[in-house]
């Protein structure tokens, strides 16, 4: 489980812990939601990504189920160096999401709704697999 609202909140088997917290409506909402959504049962490769909006808990319109919405990512390229010394390129930090498109969990925050997402883990694109390995195999 992941909760989001500013911070990112990483629940395991199904207990919840947060470092810091902007709003109460984790602690109001995020028991019986967790309790709900573990008892269903899930493939272990889901994730189960829950976003707050930005509301007095008085204020949430609801739950809904909501696809993950469109982030783009910054322009900016930064380098960065690793614990290890080593050089890499930091995409970031400008993020711009599209509020505006009906299901998704940007929609349903803006809303006033908490959203809750199934993700993947395996990020592999399958439909594009085929054509990789035909081209690979040539």
Not at 18 to 47: H, M, Q, T, Y
Request: aromatic residues 8%.
């Amino acid at each position: 489980f992941f909760f989001k609202q500013k911070t990112a909140y990483e629940i395991v088997d199904c207990d919840w812990s947060s470092d810091v917290c902007s709003s109460d409506l984790p602690e109001k909402f995020g028991p019986a939601l967790i309790r709900k959504i573990c008892a269903a049962g899930w493939p272990a490769n889901v994730v189960i990504n829950v976003n707050f909006p930005d509301r007095a808990p008085e204020d949430v319109a609801g739950v809904v189920a909501a696809e993950q919405g469109k982030h783009k990512i910054g322009d900016d390229l930064i380098l960065r160096a690793d614990p290890r010394g080593r050089a890499y390129l930091w995409i970031g930090p400008r993020r711009k999401a599209d509020a505006s498109a009906d299901g998704t969990d940007l929609k349903a925050t803006d809303d006033g709704y908490i959203s809750v997402t199934p993700l993947n883990v395996d990020l592999t694109y399958g439909p594009t697999m085929k054509t990789l390995r035909d081209i690979l195999r040539a």
